[in-house]
């Protein structure tokens, strides 16, 4: 089964669609794609044949978003914690995925005409080399697409990525680029692997199960959660516009959250910035103080000085991201 996956929707499924974009479309969504193995079990067919069909689910779910105008998706392939399943099912979903990124390497130009590009989130060092390579083949092979995006999140956990921000932060500090005041909610969101992303504004979750299971914890905190009980192998057209129309009953409230938070974050990082500042003046002013006028002005110059050191770290972390992606995929074969 192909990534993209052809085909048009029926009359009644287009003209629902056309109702559907009259309204706010979400840009961004988020799955959790759950319910293979009792998908499995319920048409006794094995369980890998229960994950296979969970990726046709995917490429047929892909061809619906774009279709009702949704250009980014991001999904749960692989959790950290799914290494803890059985050794035959982990080594099934690490074929199943080599396979999958294949295929995607097979399909390059039908990719670049959609001009779909693929990522994959997560700590790629914990899965075996040749699909590390294999999946940096593909990412490289994507990444200058940009019409639509698919993230996908394989041996990911949110924890693990937001421990891994911190870490680069650190990383920042050790080598000079940033000082530790520089650290924010900002720039921690600037560190996580969804950086390039805006933040989900819908999240799906199929099976009944209502938990996030540290998926997107940072990013799904102004986000519209849909929980349903459909089995994810079993997710139709219908499913995805009854969670859009939840999404669009509440965008009002979410949008008015997130404005909220923005407020709040450019508050907070002026007020760290006159704290430095405050500082600084203390030290080099002979403990004399300094007058508004020259306070506001040595703020302001404070915030063009942070935002240069921001963007060179930023930078340096992008370059040593893609150095390490790129040197993986010179060695696939
Ligand atoms: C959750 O159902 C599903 C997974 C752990 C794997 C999801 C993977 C795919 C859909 C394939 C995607 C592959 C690529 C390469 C993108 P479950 O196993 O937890 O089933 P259960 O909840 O019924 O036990
Ligand atoms: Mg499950």
Same mark, same amino acid.
């Given at each position: 089964?192909?990534?993209?996956?052809?085909?048009?929707?029926?009359?009644?499924?287009?003209?629902?669609?056309?109702?559907?974009?009259?309204? !706010? %479309? !979400?840009?961004? =969504?988020?799955?959790?794609?759950?319910?293979?193995? $009792?998908?499995?079990?319920?048409?006794? %067919?094995?369980?890998?044949? /229960?994950?296979?069909?969970?990726?046709?689910?995917?490429?047929?779910?892909?061809? +619906?978003?774009?279709?009702?105008?949704?250009?980014?998706?991001?999904?749960?392939?692989?959790?950290?914690?799914?290494?803890?399943?059985?050794?035959?099912?982990?080594?099934?979903?690490?074929?199943?995925?080599?396979?999958?990124?294949?295929?995607?390497?097979?399909? &390059?130009?039908?990719?670049?005409?959609?001009?779909?590009?693929?990522?994959?989130?997560?700590?790629?060092?914990?899965? !075996?080399?040749?699909?590390?390579?294999?999946?940096?083949?593909?990412? %490289?092979?994507?990444?200058?697409?940009?019409?639509?995006?698919?993230?996908?999140?394989?041996?990911?956990?949110?924890?693990?990525?937001?421990?891994?921000? %911190?870490?680069?932060?650190?990383?920042?500090?050790?080598?000079?680029?940033?000082?530790?005041?520089?650290?924010?909610?900002?720039?921690?969101?600037?560190?996580?692997?969804?950086?390039?992303?805006?933040?989900?504004?819908?999240?799906?979750?199929?099976? /009944?199960? =209502?938990?996030?299971?540290?998926?997107?914890? +940072?990013?799904?905190?102004?986000?519209?959660?849909?929980?349903?009980?459909?089995?994810? !192998?079993?997710?139709?057209?219908?499913?995805?516009?009854?969670?859009?129309?939840?999404?669009?009953?509440?965008?009002?409230?979410?949008?008015?959250?997130?404005?909220?938070?923005?407020?709040?974050? $450019?508050?907070?990082?002026?007020?760290?910035?006159?704290?430095?500042?405050?500082?600084?003046?203390?030290?080099?002013?002979?403990?004399?103080?300094?007058?508004?006028? &020259?306070?506001?002005?040595?703020?302001?110059?404070?915030?063009? $000085?942070?935002?240069?050191?921001?963007?060179?770290?930023?930078?340096?972390? &992008?370059?040593? &991201?893609?150095?390490?992606?790129?040197?993986?995929?010179?060695?696939?074969?």
């Amino acid at each position: 089964m192909s990534w993209i996956r052809e085909g048009e929707l029926n009359l009644i499924e287009r003209l629902s669609a056309n109702i559907l974009k009259a309204g !706010p %479309v !979400p840009k961004h =969504v988020a799955f959790i794609m759950d319910g293979n193995r $009792r998908f499995a079990r319920k048409k006794h %067919v094995d369980r890998q044949e /229960g994950h296979s069909q969970g990726f046709n689910k995917l490429a047929e779910t892909l061809r +619906w978003c774009l279709q009702l105008d949704i250009p980014e998706v991001t999904v749960y392939a692989f959790s950290i914690e799914n290494f803890n399943r059985s050794r035959e099912e982990v080594d099934g979903l690490m074929e199943l995925a080599k396979l999958k990124f294949l295929r995607l390497l097979d399909e &390059r130009e039908k990719l670049e005409k959609h001009g779909v590009c693929i990522r994959v989130l997560g700590d790629l060092t914990l899965l !075996p080399l040749d699909l590390q390579q294999l999946i940096a083949k593909a990412v %490289v092979a994507t990444r200058e697409h940009n019409r639509c995006f698919l993230n996908v999140c394989f041996a990911y956990t949110s924890r693990h990525e937001m421990a891994n921000a %911190v870490r680069e932060m650190a990383w920042g500090v050790e080598q000079g680029l940033i000082k530790a005041s520089d650290v924010s909610e900002a720039l921690l969101s600037e560190c996580l692997y969804s950086s390039n992303s805006p933040n989900p504004d819908l999240l799906i979750r199929t099976s /009944g199960e =209502v938990r996030l299971s540290d998926f997107l914890l +940072w990013q799904t905190s102004h986000s519209c959660l849909v929980f349903q009980s459909v089995l994810w !192998p079993e997710y139709s057209f219908w499913n995805l516009c009854d969670a859009v129309i939840q999404y669009q009953c509440n965008h009002a409230s979410i949008t008015k959250a997130r404005e909220l938070h923005q407020d709040e974050q $450019r508050r907070q990082q002026l007020e760290a910035d006159h704290a430095c500042v405050a500082e600084l003046l203390h030290h080099h002013g002979n403990g004399k103080p300094a007058d508004a006028p &020259r306070r506001q002005e040595a703020v302001t110059e404070y915030g063009v $000085r942070r935002e240069a050191r921001v963007k060179d770290f930023l930078d340096a972390l &992008r370059n040593k &991201r893609d150095s390490f992606l790129t040197e993986l995929a010179s060695q696939a074969t």
